[in-house]
């Protein structure tokens, strides 16, 4: 595996990624690719922009890396359908030992191409409906930091600054 996780304050994820203009071969490879980091570093989503590439495409799976069994892929995601209102407590790959309360929404449908380029649309609620907003955030250069308080924003950008020089 070449690439890998992408951690805070690397500049990719606060860059506003572009839409795959065709799901080519190299963009399977990406997914497949994304997959594998999610679970091998437990996580249950992903995007394109925590791997390097300013590329609209994420990965969710909400089953976990232990079980694997509802890998969600998604290119050029949109969210087409917001329903209710959740408060979660989220941590995120590219943030390590950062978490924090975020408001949703409880349910969405997202829309996109799956890995053969069709159009498809999912019907989410609860824990996955909160990843897919997640994951679309990095996707226009959200982070969970953008979703915190001043305070708390400005401790953790201390804390890892500080990580990177060591
Ligand atoms: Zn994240």
Not at 99 to 109: A, G, H, L
Request: aromatic content about 4%.
């Amino acid at each position: 595996m070449s690439r890998t996780i992408r951690t805070y304050p690397d500049p990719v994820l606060k860059e506003k990624a572009k839409p795959v203009e065709s799901v080519s071969r190299e963009i399977q490879d990406l997914a497949e690719e994304m997959a594998k980091l999610m679970y091998a570093n437990q996580g249950i989503g992903l995007a394109a922009p925590q791997v390097g590439e300013s590329l609209r495409v994420i990965t969710v799976d909400i089953s976990g890396p232990e079980r694997q069994e509802d890998l969600q892929v998604l290119i050029n995601p949109e969210i087409e359908l917001c329903e209710g209102e959740t408060e979660t407590d989220e941590g995120c790959l590219s943030l390590p030992e950062f978490r924090t309360k975020v408001k949703r929404s409880e349910q969405v449908t997202v829309k996109g191409l799956d890995l053969k380029g069709r159009e498809i649309r999912i019907r989410s609620e609860g824990m996955q409906a909160v990843c897919f907003q997640h994951e679309i955030d990095h996707l226009e250069g959200t982070l969970l930091l953008d979703h915190a308080g001043r305070l708390k924003r400005n401790m953790y950008s201390k804390k890892a600054n500080k990580w990177e020089k060591n």
